[in-house]
């Protein structure tokens, strides 16, 4: 809980199961109920992922469920801003599901975790988020610095993945 108590953004993600969050995200939205009472996450920064095994496979439903939890803290949500390959022919594969309000992705199937647009939309997210953590001077004393996640955590999981912005060093 320290790392993510002292953590000024936190990236919430699960894969999209049944239509919403995995249960184990679920139990974890169970157990902050110690950091609502206590507002320990109120203005920190906050963005959500969600992979599918088809592309529309509902993610939707579980990145609303991420930013209503993100709200109910009384976090800042940050969203995509990749607008994709549709629009923008230059940039293939780019937030090929369309979504903005975080970052999903498909699993392809077989041996490849990840098609390299969902890789590359990612890399972005990530970017960005780490853009907000500097824009917003979330590092008081220490400067604006970079951020950097420690991990994505995408994958055939069904596990939940939480991970915490840091600057770099």
Not at 27 to 50: N, P, S
Not at 108 to 134: H, N, Q, S, V, Y
Request: charge should be positive; aromatic fraction near 10%.
């Amino acid at each position: 809980w320290r790392a993510l108590d002292s953590a000024p953004a936190i990236l919430f993600g699960s894969p999209t199961y049944m239509g919403g969050v995995a249960g184990g995200f679920a139990q974890f939205m169970e157990d902050c109920a110690a950091r609502w009472e206590t507002r320990a996450w109120v203005d920190k920064l906050a963005g959500g992922f969600t992979t599918a095994q088809h592309p529309a496979g509902d993610k939707l439903s579980t990145l609303i469920r991420l930013s209503l939890f993100a709200a109910q803290m009384q976090m800042i949500w940050i969203g995509q801003a990749e607008t994709g390959s549709l629009a923008q022919p230059a940039d293939p594969g780019l937030n090929a599901d369309g979504a903005w309000l975080g970052l999903t992705a498909t699993d392809p199937g077989g041996e490849t975790l990840l098609a390299p647009g969902d890789i590359e939309t990612a890399r972005r997210f990530g970017a960005r988020i780490a853009a907000a953590c500097a824009r917003w001077h979330v590092y008081g004393d220490r400067g604006f610095g970079k951020c950097m996640s420690r991990s994505l955590g995408f994958g055939r999981s069904t596990r939940p993945h939480f991970t915490a912005i840091r600057p770099s060093r």
